[in-house]
């Protein structure tokens, strides 16, 4: 059996204040999915549920901090801060956040910063 990852998403997101924890959770386990399906092969990409949790947690700690920054933006920023150091295929990443209906512009603000 294998774990639903987007309702646990939701459910973490949830506990960590995001009033928009259902759409974005669908986002964010596609997003994963996708990556790891597309990105090439690397020892040192890690798209599975503890990957995961710990974005989840570390965008409840952002929008806890910032909490003007709208919910969307606190979730990719803290899947930036989390995954960008070790990508390879930016690009390409770049490519699925939009694709996913992530804005361009919020690309551009989060990843050129």
């Given at each position: 059996?294998?774990?639903?990852?987007?309702?646990?998403?939701?459910?973490?997101?949830?506990?960590e204040g995001?009033?928009?924890?259902?759409?974005?959770?669908?986002?964010?386990?596609?997003?994963?999915?996708?990556?790891?399906?597309?990105?090439?092969?690397?020892?040192?990409?890690?798209f599975?549920?503890?990957?995961?949790?710990s974005?989840l947690?570390?965008?409840?700690?952002?929008?806890?901090?910032?909490?003007?920054?709208?919910?969307?933006?606190?979730?990719?920023?803290?899947?930036?801060?989390?995954?960008l150091?070790?990508?390879?295929?930016?690009?390409?990443?770049?490519?699925?956040?939009?694709?996913?209906?992530?804005?361009?512009?919020?690309?551009?603000?989060?990843?050129?910063?």
């Open positions: 059996m294998t774990p639903d990852f987007r309702m646990i998403a939701e459910v973490i997101l949830c506990s995001f009033q928009d924890a259902k759409s974005l959770s669908l986002k964010i386990t596609q997003l994963y999915k996708l990556s790891s399906e597309q990105l090439s092969p690397q020892d040192h990409y890690d599975g549920m503890r990957a995961l949790k974005i947690v570390m965008a409840g700690g952002l929008k806890r901090g910032h909490p003007d920054i709208p919910e969307n933006l606190t979730l990719i920023r803290a899947c930036r801060d989390s995954n150091p070790k990508f390879v295929d930016i690009p390409l990443f770049n490519g699925i956040v939009v694709a996913l209906s992530f804005s361009l512009d919020l690309i551009t603000a989060i990843f050129c910063c």
